[in-house]
């Protein structure tokens, strides 16, 4: 070991392919804690400002769009070292589906490259050679789904958002990440671009590479972090259960229409099936098109349509969010739709929804007093025990695992019963050690060790 920083040393180490990355080598100790020669600490400052990072150590790559080229990458990353840093781009906001549009990876010794999964038809030949690397992703659950259709599954991974969540520091993005700990600053003015579009602009192309440019140093400084905190094995259990976990695709609710958003201006079962008419004929044509259901029809429209309830195609269009083109051209759609609803019979219409459950917890004093106490002094556990491990109290123990247990507690209350029904309910074994014996207290109405 050197006397040299680790951060600043691999800072100013040369790149792949031995070439050197001018803007990492800076004076004045960035991403040094002046104090310890280590990572900056929670809070801390460094004595210079960041300095932007605007192009890729190896400069910007271009897409890999055949299977040629890709051939050559998976030979490139197979022949690398150490962690893979990986990143997916979607077009939320743009898009029907949630899937990926580019791939980003980075490794030592294999460089940057990035991967346009359009043309190809599957990525398996890159998850055989980069399979048994540990994975670095920044907010993984975002991406692991999509990954997850390409054929890219991780047995293995760091992610650097959780980390730094654990880690108790306020700004968990990748761009205050990398600011704070290595003392860089990354653009991020085309994160909400519609990435689906080709080509891809060579801006686009540079924010992209960049993303993955200095994840796994990222990865090394939190894992530092937390391994001073004493939190490293807690973070290797989250770790786990996102490999586990993580690529499922999100639930589908039952009646996902009711998440319309101002739905709960609209009163009346009958108007309440106008929504959900619209919603679905939205939904058919956003499927169709691959296209967002909002630009095909905003949910302000569709609330709009429900309350007034318009029957001609003149009425229709005065509404807000029905004056577009596109739009107009379905009005005889959305009429369609409305007219569905209209002549539903009674017992068709939308009835409230059973709520799995407890109930919302303002209710909770009115329907049950004692469950209302249960719940008011485990929240107290929980936030007490994560104000002592500078931990989100939601990253501790999940908000709905808390009332669940409040709710419905064990028939009989002991250590051994509510560690296993925390473990029921997905809390991990660092969750269950730290809460545990304050919970049982908790739920029997105890003061806990915290009061």
């Given at each position: 070991m050197t006397d040299e920083p680790p951060l600043r040393r691999r800072a100013a180490a040369n790149r792949t392919g031995d070439t050197p990355h001018p803007p990492l080598i800076r004076s004045g100790g960035v991403g040094v804690d002046p104090t310890t020669g280590g990572p900056p600490s929670i809070g801390s400052e460094t004595d210079a400002g960041?300095?932007?990072?605007?192009?890729?150590?190896?400069?910007?790559?271009?897409?890999?769009?055949?299977p040629t080229e890709l051939a050559g990458v998976v030979a490139r990353f197979s022949a690398g070292t150490g962690p893979v840093a990986l990143d997916a781009e979607r077009a939320s906001g743009y898009r029907y589906s949630q899937r990926a549009y580019l791939v980003q990876l980075r490794r030592a010794g294999a460089?940057?490259?990035?991967?346009d999964p359009l043309p190809l038809p599957e990525l398996t030949t890159l998850d055989e050679a980069i399979g048994e690397a540990e994975w670095v992703l920044h907010a993984a659950s975002q991406d692991l789904p999509c990954?997850?259709?390409?054929?890219?599954?991780?047995?293995?991974?760091?992610?650097?958002?959780l980390a730094a969540r654990l880690a108790g520091f306020e700004r968990v993005g990748l761009a205050a990440l990398t600011e704070h700990l290595l003392g860089f600053s990354l653009e991020k003015h085309?994160?909400?671009?519609?990435?689906?579009?080709?080509?891809?602009?060579?801006?686009?192309?540079?924010?992209?590479?960049?993303?993955?440019?200095l994840l796994v140093e990222l990865r090394d400084a939190l894992e530092a972090e937390l391994t001073r905190q004493g939190k490293a094995e807690w973070a290797a259990e989250e770790f786990a259960a996102l490999v586990r976990n993580g690529?499922?695709?999100?639930?589908?609710?039952?009646?996902?229409?009711?998440?319309?958003?101002?739905?709960?201006?609209v009163r009346g079962a009958r108007a309440q099936a106008r929504v959900r008419s619209l919603w679905y004929a939205r939904d058919q044509i956003a499927a169709r098109r691959d296209a967002a259901p909002g630009r095909v029809l905003?949910?302000?429209?569709?609330?709009?349509?429900?309350?007034?309830?318009?029957?001609?195609?003149?009425?229709?269009?005065?509404?807000?969010?029905?004056?577009?083109?596109?739009?107009?051209?379905l009005a005889r759609t959305w009429l369609a739709a409305l007219d569905d609803a209209r002549t539903l019979p009674e017992d068709a219409l939308p009835v409230a929804p059973t709520v799995e459950g407890p109930?919302?917890?303002?209710?909770?004093?009115?329907?049950?007093p004692v469950a209302a106490?249960?719940?008011?002094?485990?929240?107290?556990?929980?936030?007490?025990?994560?104000?002592?491990?500078?931990?989100?109290?939601?990253?501790?123990?999940?908000?709905?695992?808390v009332r669940r247990l409040a709710w419905v507690p064990p028939e009989e209350i002991t250590d051994v019963t509510v560690a296993e029904t925390l473990r029921g309910l997905g809390a991990r074994e660092w969750q269950i050690t730290l809460l545990q014996p304050d919970l049982t207290r908790a739920l029997g109405g105890e003061p806990t060790a915290r009061a």
């Open positions: 960041p300095a932007p990072l605007t192009t890729p150590s190896e400069g910007t790559p271009q897409p890999v769009t055949t460089g940057t490259a990035l991967i990954l997850a259709e390409l054929g890219l599954r991780p047995r293995r991974l760091f992610d650097t958002e085309h994160s909400a671009a519609d990435w689906s579009s080709r080509p891809l602009p060579e801006s686009w192309l540079t924010y992209a590479a960049l993303d993955v440019e690529a499922r695709p999100p639930r589908v609710r039952a009646e996902p229409w009711r998440r319309t958003s101002g739905i709960h201006r905003p949910d302000s429209a569709i609330v709009a349509a429900a309350e007034l309830d318009p029957r001609d195609e003149k009425t229709l269009l005065t509404l807000p969010g029905f004056g577009g083109r596109s739009v107009r051209r109930p919302p917890p303002h209710r909770w004093a009115e329907r049950d106490a249960r719940l008011a002094r485990c929240r107290e556990v929980v936030i007490g025990i994560a104000g002592t491990h500078s931990l989100p109290p939601e990253n501790l123990i999940a908000p709905d695992s």
